[in-house]
């Protein structure tokens, strides 16, 4: 080997024909880099060239190697990753998604073919078949997934994440729609004393989900424990995980009865509810929608809780702490929904001995 290649990563291999020719030699993190450089032994200055461009890919943290590698043969190892890391629903959705959209179009291509213009084609092509932003941003999610386990340095194009500014709610689910969910919340397939044990406490404090169910799925935000359950004083002190601020909510007889029935007396750390967040959110949001009461989800057991306390009279200083907001947060205001009748006869009621202005 020439003295000016000593000491780099590079070997050389004869291949059937006879000829010898340069191979990247490179272990990193436990993976072995040994693709062709497509340099003969002789042609000196075309293999610096090629290894100093192997060599930046590799410390942008791309896999060279497997740039040849097609779409469709990532779905293998994608899946088995999936299935161990994603919940059912999600597993059930990015599987639809590959099978039905992704790998029709990306499929044959290699991997250094999924270059901007291509995602920003598939994009143009799914909008105008009608398909939410929403939904084909998760789609190019699951892709980007599925390219990252062999390509780490890929991502998507700044323009194509598109940004979920949130929707406010115009209006609260009634008691009675509640009350109905709750019942179907205790037929969940896998989880049903969990998912309507959770339901329960949440439609009873409006806290929300993360900070009531710990994730199993690896989520960061931790939900109740015993030290956050004051039985004796009736009321839950919890810190928001959104906030960290501290809710103080009074517990209400049907949120004790559930409390009650947990194995007390439990470790001060341990958690009241374990379970899959993303799981129990779909639920609730899907028993919505079998109801007729489609739009609703979790989050809207929180504007159900603000809403009641706010038609029933309650100080509004008294409603924000409840919910842990800063005094005079405006964020408040969007969980509150004034009934129109309740609205009507306290106007009336207000406005009582006044029968004339002018």
């Given amino acids: 080997m020439p003295t000016v290649l000593k000491g780099l990563p590079i070997r050389l291999k004869q291949r059937a024909d006879g000829e010898e020719w340069w191979y990247l030699a490179k272990r990193n993190n436990g993976r072995f880099y040994g693709q062709c450089l497509n340099a003969r032994k002789e042609e000196i200055d075309k293999l610096l060239i090629n290894l100093g461009s192997e060599l930046e890919k590799i410390k942008m943290g791309e896999i060279p190697s497997r740039s040849r590698k097609k779409v469709k043969n990532l779905e293998k190892e994608y899946f088995s990753w999936m299935f161990k890391n994603k919940s059912e629903d999600v597993q059930e959705w990015n599987t639809g998604a590959w099978k039905k959209r992704l790998n029709p179009f990306f499929g044959e291509l290699f991997l250094k073919e999924v270059t901007q213009e291509k995602i920003f084609e598939y994009r143009d092509i799914r909008e105008s078949d009608g398909s939410k932003k929403s939904t ?48 179907l ?26 900070d009531i169910l710990t994730d199993t799925q690896g989520g960061k935000r931790k939900g109740l424990t015993r030290k956050n359950i004051k039985l004796a004083e009736g009321v839950i002190r919890k810190e928001r995980g959104k906030t960290s601020k ?5 517990i209400l007889p049907f949120v004790r009865e559930v409390l009650q029935a947990l194995p007390f007396p439990l470790e001060t750390s341990q958690f009241l509810f ?33 809403s009641t306390l706010f038609n029933s009279g309650a100080d509004w200083e008294w409603i924000q702490a409840v919910l842990g907001h800063e005094p005079g947060s405006r964020k408040t205001a969007d969980y509150v929904h004034v009934d129109l009748e309740i609205a009507k006869k306290r106007f009336k009621k207000a406005f009582k001995s006044c029968q004339t202005i002018a």
């Fill in 136 to 183: 084909i941003s998760k789609e190019l999610r699951t892709l980007k997934e599925a390219i990252q386990l062999v390509d780490p340095s890929f991502t998507l194009p700044e323009k194509i994440k598109y940004k979920n500014t949130g929707k406010k709610a115009d209006k609260a689910p009634t008691l009675e729609q509640v009350q109905e969910v709750g019942s």
């Fill in 185 to 210: 919340m205790a037929q969940h397939r896998n989880h049903a004393s969990l998912f309507r044990a959770v339901y329960i406490v949440q439609a009873g404090t409006g806290l929300d989900t993360s």
């Fill in 246 to 250: 501290p809710a103080n909510i009074p």
């Fill in 274 to 306: 374990e379970g899959p967040i993303r799981a129990y959110n779909v639920s609730v949001q899907r028993n919505f929608k079998r109801i007729g009461a489609g739009g609703f989800g979790s989050k809207s057991l929180r504007h159900f809780v603000t």
